[in-house]
């Protein structure tokens, strides 16, 4: 029966590539058969990746039948994935964020979750010397996710090891790092075609704090403007999405990826509370700026307070 390798839904770069990745490993490397799905319509800027190394764009899924072998990449929580997914036969995870738990599968698997900044630097290391078989859209996806995830190594996130194989990539691959970095960017921050919903959807997150269950959305991009032009519209549609996703609040963190800082949309006096208690913000308007703020994982979810 062939795997289904995944990533969670609203899938970004590394939740697209990864898949791709890895299911050419299950393929050829492996002996096996394996097929990369989306669990979502991939965002603009791994859309762009796609489309850059003539990659075909992996079938959108919405469930998993049960006994279905799977394979989980870059997310390890049952609520970004699909609602049966403990009915699936669960063969391996391979992420780098924090363990969750929740997950149930079927017998022993490999599981390898890492402190780095993203899913294919952790596949590049299991391939291994296997990576001299790999294509050159396999090495593309690869550096994309990398570039994506450390928001061309900004990020806090970042290792020294995701840098190293970065850097080991583009030079393989002949790629100029700071010019295809910056086309992703353009990519990402091309969100003209999405409504407001779909931008507060686009990159979030369930997470609760206390009694409080907030979508913590993040939209980084190299124009913020563009996003902060429409606050008035994407904080009356906070309400809506809140309301039909289950949440008290959607918290949208505008990153600014050139400059380093993220903007926080204040709509009333709970998410006024969080950026106070949270980040020691002072807040005046319906904004706030919190500098160097660059990571959900690392610099928003760890410390979000009411």
Request: aromatic letters at 6%.
């Amino acid at each position: 029966m062939t795997i289904l390798v995944f990533g969670h839904k609203s899938p970004d770069t590394d939740s697209t590539g990864s898949p791709i990745i890895w299911a050419w490993y299950l393929n050829e490397i492996k002996g096996g058969s394996a097929e990369a799905v989306l669990l979502g319509e991939p965002n603009t800027e791994a859309a762009f990746v796609l489309k850059k190394w003539d990659l075909p764009k992996p079938r959108i899924i919405d469930a998993v039948e049960a006994d279905q072998p799977v394979v989980i990449v870059d997310t390890n929580n049952p609520a970004e994935l699909p609602d049966a997914i403990n009915d699936a036969d669960i063969q391996a995870i391979i992420d780098h964020h924090k363990l969750v738990g929740g997950l149930e599968t079927k017998g022993p698997i490999d599981i390898r979750i890492e402190p780095l900044a993203c899913t294919a630097t952790i596949m590049w290391k299991m391939i291994g010397k296997d990576m001299a078989q790999a294509p050159a859209w396999v090495k593309g996806a690869m550096l994309s996710c990398i570039l994506s995830d450390t928001l061309e190594f900004r990020s806090p996130t970042t290792t020294q090891e995701d840098k190293a194989i970065a850097h080991d990539l583009a030079k393989d691959l002949g790629v100029d790092i700071a010019a295809y970095a910056a086309e992703m960017f353009e990519a990402k921050s091309d969100v003209s075609a999405f409504s407001d919903a779909e931008l507060l959807r686009m990159d979030s997150k369930e997470y609760g704090v206390g009694d409080k269950q907030f979508r913590v959305s993040v939209l980084e991009t190299t124009a913020p403007k563009l996003i902060l032009d429409r606050k008035d519209s994407l904080m009356q549609s906070m309400v809506d999405v809140a309301s039909e996703d289950g949440a008290d609040q959607v918290l949208l963190f505008v990153i600014d990826i050139l400059n380093e800082e993220a903007t926080l949309l204040v709509p009333n006096d709970l998410v006024k509370t969080v950026a106070e208690q949270s980040f020691g913000a002072e807040v005046s308007g319906d904004t706030v700026v919190l500098p160097g703020i660059m990571s959900r994982k690392k610099q928003i979810i760890p410390n979000l307070k009411v």
